[in-house]
């Protein structure tokens, strides 16, 4: 099925996004799902819904490894799809926007809930490191240095991607004190932090972070040094269907890792966007619901 030429640039913008956090294009993602209902040019109510089914398929297509993107889609298209939304087109057009928006506004608020209950486990002076990029960690860490006295910022490079940049700037623009540092020198730096935060774009159902390449290992330099790490995620992101053998890494090709041409054709690379971080390596998650130790979030 086609369609229109403004819905499939949206949706080639959120495959396209390489710095965006994972809760962040899933509330994009929702208002594609709003503006294909609000612009739609079908006749009939059964149009409209195949026309919500295709983009819906195309969004969940575009980002596969970031979970709250098909959680979110999937849960949007099952409800209004149901027996009793079939038979009157504006009727189910306003459902589907009033849907969208009602999701949209759920993520935010979960994104809120998670702040408070991070705020409280920061004290005054404390060093926390970051990587990759979360929008709700950034969030978080604006929050608590506006409550908390002398909060400083150690944010990695994070990968080829460099995702760590765009963290850095906005905390940076913030106010907050900010080192940004090499994947490398992690260890270097580790035992003067006082918390790692970061976000996930997947908790699976065999109890593993999917989360920007590195985090495994910025997760094993803590746990050496008994520095504890907090995953904040929003429930959307827990996938207890999926295991993590089954997710695809998204490989980013040769982007910043090696120059086209250096290397002979003997020697293969491989640059993952995503690692997968047990979690025996994270203190806690932090979502709406609250924090739950690590050895209960599968079986919670």
Do not use: W
């Not at 390489?18 to 993602?29: K, N, V």
């Not at 008994?226 to 959307?236: D, G, K, R, W």
């Amino acid at each position: 099925m086609d369609i229109r030429v403004e819905i499939q640039a949206q949706i080639e913008e959120i495959k396209n996004n390489t710095t965006g956090g994972a809760s962040e294009l899933a509330r994009q993602a929702i208002l594609v799902m709003k503006m294909t209902a609000e612009t739609s040019e079908a006749d009939n109510a059964r149009d409209f819904l195949l026309e919500q089914k295709e983009v819906g398929k195309r969004l969940i297509a575009a980002r596969r490894t970031m979970a709250p993107i098909p959680n979110i889609i999937t849960r949007y298209l099952r409800e209004i799809i149901r027996e009793d939304r079939k038979d009157n087109l504006e009727s189910t057009r306003q459902q589907a926007i009033s849907l969208a928006e009602d999701m949209h506004r759920d993520s935010v608020n979960a994104v809120s809930k998670i702040i408070s209950s991070t705020a409280e486990l920061i004290e005054n002076k404390d060093v926390i490191l970051t990587h990759s990029y979360s929008s709700t960690v950034v969030a978080a860490i604006k929050e608590i240095a506006e409550l908390k006295r002398g909060v400083k910022v150690i944010v990695t490079r994070s990968g080829t991607g460099r995702y760590g940049e765009r963290t850095a700037r906005e905390l940076a623009e913030a106010g907050i004190p900010v080192l940004y540092i090499d994947d490398n020198a992690v260890g270097l730096y580790i035992s003067g932090v006082s918390k790692v935060l970061v976000g996930a774009d997947r908790i699976t159902a065999d109890g593993k972070v999917i989360n920007g390449a590195g985090t495994y290992t910025i997760a094993t330099a803590a746990k050496m040094n008994n520095t504890p790490v907090y995953v904040l995620c929003e429930t959307l992101k827990f996938d207890f269907s999926t295991s993590s053998n089954k997710v695809d890494l998204e490989e980013r090709i040769n982007e910043g890792l090696v120059e086209e041409g250096v290397f002979p054709p003997e020697i293969t690379t491989s640059n993952p966007t995503f690692d997968i971080t047990p979690l025996d390596f994270i203190t806690a998650i932090i979502s709406e619901n609250g924090i739950v130790t690590a050895d209960k979030v599968v079986t919670s």
